[in-house]
C-alpha cells in the first residue's frame, strides 16, 4: 500500500511539472516563475481557508487553458484543504482573466466574494 501511494505522488508530480510546461511554453515564462506567481497568490487566501475544508475550483472561459495548471498549484499550495475540480462546493477558489467574469460566476451562482486578489482571483462563498 505505502508503495502504491509513493508511486501516485511520483505521478502526481509528473502530471503537475508537464501541465506547468506545457502553459507556459507560450508565454515565454519560466515554469518556476509562473508556478511562484500563483503560489504567492493563493497563500493569500490560506487565512479563510480552514484545514481539510473542500473548496471547489473555477477558472472563467477564458482561462480553461491553463485551468488544471491552476487547479494543481491550488491545491498544493493550501492542502490539507481539499480542492476539488467542482463547481459544487460551499466555498469556491477562482481564477478569472476579467472582473467582469468574476462577477458573473459569482452572480449566476449565488456566492458572495470573500477576497479579490490581484482583481482575477477570488475566494467565494455561497449566500446563506
Known sequence: ???R???GLLLFSIIVLTQLYLDTINKNWSTQDWSNR???IFEQFRELVK???TI???TGPEMKESHKACLIVGQYTLA????RDSE???TILG????EESLLNFARNGNYEVAKVINKFFALLRKKK
Open 80 to 83: 490539507p484543504s481539499i480542492i
Open 51 to 53: 484545514p481539510g475544508e
Open 88 to 90: 459544487d462546493e460551499n
Open 95 to 98: 481564477c478569472f482573466s476579467s
Open 56 to 58: 471547489g475550483f473555477v
Open 1 to 3: 500500500m505505502r508503495l
Open 38 to 40: 500563483y503560489k504567492t
Open 5 to 7: 501511494h509513493e508511486f
